[in-house]
């Protein structure tokens, strides 16, 4: 399982982090899974109609000796217009040699975790239900144009019946916008029932997107 073990609030352009709280509030540490780093969190992006066009965004915690978060790093998301990409996440702890692949071990424990995709800002509250990827809650900017992107994720567990988990997604733009795609990764043992509620937050950030 993914163990949050301090609390840390770090603005980075638009990118924000959250983790837990410990016994040391005021240590800053990112989140682990099994006692192991992620210091790497990636969204890679195929488009469906041209397997040579790829893109990604990267959001990057840089570490001390004591495996403390002293910085973070973000890219951009750019898609084109009116396009559908497939979409996986690769997530590594680069403290170790070789590098671990988190995202592997979350596969593996499928069956507690739950990726969440809110493209923000949006016009009109998101369709909630226990296959949407959307965040109950997010405002809404009525007066903003919206960034238009849509998502559904493609994988599910071994849960009975099985529930999604979005390690793999589809990303669908319509016309040229900009905004943030908030990407959240709930961790919910013995209570995830394909809704955002249960457990908690295990991994929280933004990216400034562009469609174009």
């Known amino acids: 399982m993914i163990k949050l073990k301090h609390t840390v609030y770090v603005l980075l352009g638009t990118a924000l982090f959250y983790a837990s709280c410990s016994n040391k509030s005021e240590e800053?540490?990112?989140?682990?899974?099994?006692?192991?780093?992620?210091?790497?969190?990636?969204?890679?992006?195929?488009?469906q109609?041209?397997?040579?066009?790829?893109?990604?965004?990267?959001?990057?915690?840089?570490?001390?000796?004591?495996?403390?978060?002293?910085?973070?790093?973000?890219?951009?998301?750019?898609?084109?217009?009116?396009?559908?990409?497939?979409?996986?996440?690769?997530?590594?702890?680069?403290?170790?040699?070789?590098?671990?692949?988190?995202s592997n071990e979350i596969k593996q424990r499928e069956n507690y975790h739950l990726f969440f995709y809110q493209p923000t800002p949006i016009a009109s509250a998101p369709v909630i239900s226990n296959t949407s990827p959307y965040i109950p809650g997010t405002p809404v900017s009525a007066s903003v144009p919206p960034l238009n992107l849509s998502i559904v994720r493609t994988d599910q567990d071994t849960n009975n019946p099985p529930l999604q988990i979005g390690l793999s997604m589809v990303f669908t733009t319509g016309a040229a916008s900009t905004g943030k795609l908030r990407w959240v990764l709930r961790h919910q043992p013995n209570a995830k029932n394909g809704t955002y509620a249960p457990g908690s937050s295990d991994l929280d950030v933004n990216f400034i997107t562009i469609i174009q």
């Open 49 to 102: 109609a041209n397997s040579a066009d790829t893109t990604s965004c990267t959001y990057t915690f840089h570490l001390d000796n004591n495996d403390n978060v002293t910085s973070v790093d973000s890219t951009t998301l750019v898609l084109k217009a009116n396009s559908k990409y497939n979409g996986v996440v690769y997530m590594l702890d680069q403290t170790q040699t070789p590098v671990f692949v988190v």
């Open 28 to 47: 800053a540490v990112q989140p682990n899974i099994a006692n192991e780093t992620i210091t790497q969190a990636t969204l890679k992006f195929t488009n």
